[in-house]
C-alpha cells in the first residue's frame, strides 16, 4: 500500500476508531484484559486486509535502544523508528491512540508518523511509528520543562508531571526531553493520558 496516500496519512485515525469500535461491542460482557485481546486481533486483522505489516529488513536502519515499550532503530538521517508494544496503554488500546494524538497536538515539532504495524524481537504486536532524530546538544533542565509545559498552558504536579483541563503529561524528565541545537525543546518520548474528570 502507498504510504503518501491520504488513506495511509490517516491510519492513526483508523486504528483509533478500531480499538474504540471493538471496546464498544464488548460492552459490558467482556473482562478490561479482554478488551486489549479483541483490540489486538481487529488491529493485526486490519493490518492483514490493508497489506500494513512493515518489514524492518527491507529498512536501512540500526538497533539503538530498548525500553519499557518501545525497540528503536535509527535511520542513519533524519529519523528515529520505534516499535511499540502497547505496554503502557494498560487494558485498553485506544490509551495508546489518544497519547500518539495528544503527542502531536503539543509537541507538533517532534510528531510521531504512524506507518505500520510489526512484530518485535519479543514477537509481541507493535505499532510502528517513525519520529524526527533530534540532533540535541544535551538533555533538557528541570526548569526548562516547566517553563516550556507552562507556556503550554500546562500546572505541575511535580517536577515530572503536569496537568490541564484534559490531559496529564507525565515522565516528563530530562532525558526525555532534548534540548535541540537551535535552541529548542523536543519531547521525544512522554507519557500522555486523558485526565480524570473528578480531579
Known sequence: MDRTHSSINSLLEQAT???????????????????????????????????????????????????????????????????????????????????????????????YQMIGFAYNSQQEFCAVLVQPYILAEREATEDEIAAYMQALGFEMDYYDEYHNSDYEVFDAVPNNVLYGIDGDLYFIDTQIRLRNRDN
Open 17 to 111: 476508531c478500531i480499538a474504540r469500535r471493538s471496546k464498544e461491542a464488548a460492552g459490558e460482557t467482556e473482562s478490561t484484559e479482554g478488551y486489549k485481546r479483541r483490540q489486538t486481533e481487529e488491529l493485526i486483522k486490519f493490518a492483514n486486509d490493508n497489506g500494513l505489516w512493515i518489514d524492518l529488513s527491507h529498512l536501512n536502519i540500526t538497533y539503538m535502544d530498548r525500553g519499557g515499550e518501545n525497540e528503536v532503530f535509527h535511520d542513519g538521517n533524519v529519523s528515529v523508528v520505534k516499535l511499540n508494544n502497547f505496554e503502557y496503554a494498560g487494558d485498553d488500546l485506544e490509551n495508546f491512540f489518544i497519547r500518539i494524538a495528544a503527542h502531536n497536538k503539543f509537541f507538533g515539532n517532534v510528531p
